[in-house]
C-alpha cells in the first residue's frame, strides 16, 4: 500500500488544519492507521491511530481533545483534524498503516509496515 500525506501548513496558534492520508494499492479497510510527528532535532513520536476496525481511536496525551481521526472509506483516506493548534505541534508529521497491529501496539511505530512521506505544519506564537 502507498501513503500520501498532505494538507500542512503555516498556521497561527489557535487555528486549525486537517491532514489527509489518502492510500492506494489496497484499501484501508481492516488496517490500522496511524499519524506520527518529528519535530527538528527531536524523536518521531505517536500521535493519533485508529484501529483496524475503524472504530477505535487513541491518541498522545499532548493532542487529546485537540486533535479527532477520521477515516472516509469511499475516498480510502484517513484525517487528522487538528484543532486549538499550538506551537509545539509544530513538526512534519507522517501517517502509517499497518494490517495486523493489535490495540496495544497502536502506539509504536516500528509496528506500522507502510509510511507515507511526510508533510509540514508550522504553528506560529
Known amino acids: 500500500v502507498q501513503l500520501q500525506a498532505c494538507g500542512g501548513g503555516v498556521v497561527q496558534a489557535g487555528e486549525s488544519l486537517r491532514l489527509s492520508c489518502l492510500a492506494s494499492?489496497?484499501?484501508?479497510?481492516?488496517?490500522?492507521v496511524g499519524w506520527f510527528r518529528q519535530a527538528p532535532e527531536k524523536e518521531r513520536e505517536f500521535v493519533a491511530a485508529?484501529?483496524?476496525?475503524?472504530?477505535?481511536?487513541i491518541f498522545s496525551n499532548s493532542v487529546k481533545g485537540r486533535f479527532t481521526i477520521s477515516r472516509d472509506n469511499a475516498k480510502n483516506t484517513v484525517y487528522l483534524q487538528m484543532n486549538n493548534l499550538k506551537p509545539e505541534d509544530t513538526a512534519v508529521y507522517y501517517c502509517a498503516a499497518g494490517a495486523s497491529i493489535i490495540t496495544s501496539s497502536l502506539r509504536n511505530d516500528v509496528a506500522y509496515a507502510y509510511w507515507g512521506q511526510g508533510t509540514l505544519v508550522t504553528v506560529s506564537s
Open positions: 485508529s484501529d483496524r476496525t475503524g472504530g477505535g481511536t
Open positions: 494499492g489496497r484499501t484501508l479497510r481492516g488496517v490500522a
